[in-house]
DNA sequence: TTGTTTAAATCAAACATTTGTTTAGTTTTG
DNA sequence: CAAAACTAAACAAATGTTTGATTTAAACAA
């Protein structure tokens, strides 16, 4: 699954030949097959074994009692922001695969995740706007958008922003902890701008 | 050429088949390498043809003497929305092509475009930042991700969009110019709050 | 400790499609 | 008539998948 998914990440699903696969596993074509089923059912697993965890973290965001609102949303920008950069194959996957509606399974996994997702999101903005610290006529979906989408565009775009920004001579971790610095403070700002009641 | 960008649309540059692209656009098979030489310069084809009006826009609006900085920075992102939203279709390419480094040609093309788009964004910023209506120490690579991101993760993902406002029963207009009002004042009111030097 | 058995794991090879591309011939057009 | 446009058929390579044989590993009995 590993393997698939480094594979699947750089060249596409239909990009990827099962030997190509097979060969980075360094195990025998057939066994693919064998255990898997199919190139598809393999997909499908390696989506299962990963959303699994997704979910989870929010959930225990949202049951916490110690924070405030905006303190929570904080924690969920960064949670998403280190899920993303400890995970970029499978989630620049995700990404393309959200585009393309060529596997039913797949699809309905990830509208699964995003429906969960944003309930309890939404949860957690009414819990803000009764406590007065959030704003009215909230765009749930606008602001989700921009915070899947910042992140994941600088994500499955690095190169051109190391170009850009003249990095090119960063490690990966250390391009990684300077990403992860500016995204956490970006989003946050333009979350508090939207979201606060202070104006 | 538009038969293919409806294809690569939906089911990407490997997911599509000449052979697809030959039946709907309603000619013979040996006609796509009879024209473009081969599938692949058949995509070039279609991003010459399609990037060539993107970098004349921007220097268009960066040239007019009456606007002013922010005024000429909403310009830029009306027509950033607008475009996407009237070429969908090819920006999901485009977004999808960025995250894969398959085409050297194309990657270089996108390479490109996004080079001249930022420059003369960084000059604009830099005009604003003289007149002293933008704030100092702006990172323009996060804020153009925050654009680009924000707008294409909406085009590309509408219908979960659309499910979660329930927007079903809206025709594709509709829904369109709904969306093209939402995005413009979400990411003008982002926009003026990481770049406004009001505070 | 032995040898035997049995099911799972692994493999190389083959299979049937599909793929992008080319060819050789036909039709159309100026 | 000649060049361009077009076509059906064929081609070679790559693809996902299956097959049938072989190896491994564990269970079992003597």
Same mark, same amino acid.
Not at 168 to 171: I, L, P, S, V
């Given at each position: 699954m590993e393997a698939a998914e480094i594979h699947f990440a750089d060249r596409g699903f239909e990009g990827t030949s099962v030997r190509d696969i097979a060969e980075t596993a360094g195990v025998n074509l057939a066994m693919i097959n064998y255990y898997f089923g199919s190139k598809e059912k393999l997909m499908e697993a390696m989506f299962a074994r990963r959303s699994a965890y997704m979910t989870l973290q929010l959930e225990t965001i949202l049951a916490?009692?110690? *924070?405030g609102p905006m303190e929570k949303l904080e924690t969920l920008v960064d949670q998403y922001i280190n899920r993303l950069l400890n995970q970029p194959c499978f989630h620049r996957i995700m990404i393309r695969e959200q585009m393309m509606n060529s596997n039913h399974m797949i699809t309905e996994q990830i509208l699964q995740m995003k429906r969960t997702n944003s309930n309890l999101t939404r949860a957690l903005i009414a819990e803000g706007q009764e406590a007065g610290v959030f704003r009215q006529n909230v765009d749930m979906g606008l602001l989700m958008a921009t915070l899947v989408g910042t992140v994941g565009h600088i994500v499955s775009t690095q190169h051109f922003y190391r170009e850009m920004n003249d990095l090119?001579? *960063?490690?990966e971790d250390e391009f990684r902890n300077h990403i992860r610095g500016k995204l956490s403070s970006h989003i946050k700002a333009i979350f508090k701008a939207i979201l606060s009641n202070e104006d």
């Open positions: 916490n009692r110690e *924070m090119g001579e *960063m490690t």
